[in-house]
């Protein structure tokens, strides 16, 4: 294992298998949420690059000549904080694994903000329960990445 990993609890056994397999869909990438944003950025007419390897974090759009990058975030994963979100959610059964899973999550997210804030990069971080509102959403696109 590597240094900076920190180690977890043991994964619980799954409730069902009906909830295991819930949790096998979950993806990391082309989510719902990551999907109505790429489309949103390509029709205002800007081209990106996806997953960059070479970036803190892999973020999920980046925008190498303008040194800007945009993270979208599921609300549970990350632990969406803003009192007005209604996708966040705190586990109820295994809390010790999940507290200690998602907790890593948010350090991680922090870590590596800090290198790409570091390394000159600017950061937009859009939350699942903010892509309801397409209009806003695509101001404020706009508003951090400037004109296509």
């Given at each position: 294992m590597s240094a900076?990993?920190?180690?977890?609890?043991?994964?619980p056994a799954p409730i069902s298998a009906a909830v295991s397999a819930v949790m096998r869909a979950n993806r990391s990438e082309d989510t719902r949420p990551e999907m109505i944003v790429r489309r949103l950025l390509f029709r205002l007419g800007y081209r990106y690059r996806l997953h960059d390897?070479?970036?803190?974090?892999?973020?999920?759009?980046?925008?190498?000549?303008?040194?800007?990058?945009?993270?979208?975030?599921g609300c549970f994963w990350h632990q969406h904080r803003s009192?007005?979100?209604?996708?966040?959610s705190v586990p109820s059964s295994h809390i010790d694994y999940w507290n200690a899973k998602l907790k890593r999550n948010e350090e991680r997210d922090?870590?590596?903000?800090?290198?790409?804030?570091?390394?000159?990069?600017?950061?937009?971080?859009?939350w699942e329960c903010e892509i309801q509102d397409a209009l806003t959403l695509a101001r404020r696109l706009q508003g951090f990445l400037g004109p296509p």
């Open positions: 900076n990993r920190k180690q977890l609890p043991n994964v390897r070479r970036l803190p974090g892999r973020p999920d759009v980046a925008f190498s000549r303008r040194r800007k990058v945009v993270f979208i975030h009192s007005q979100c209604q996708l966040r922090i870590e590596n903000q800090e290198q790409l804030r570091q390394s000159g990069w600017d950061i937009l971080v859009v």
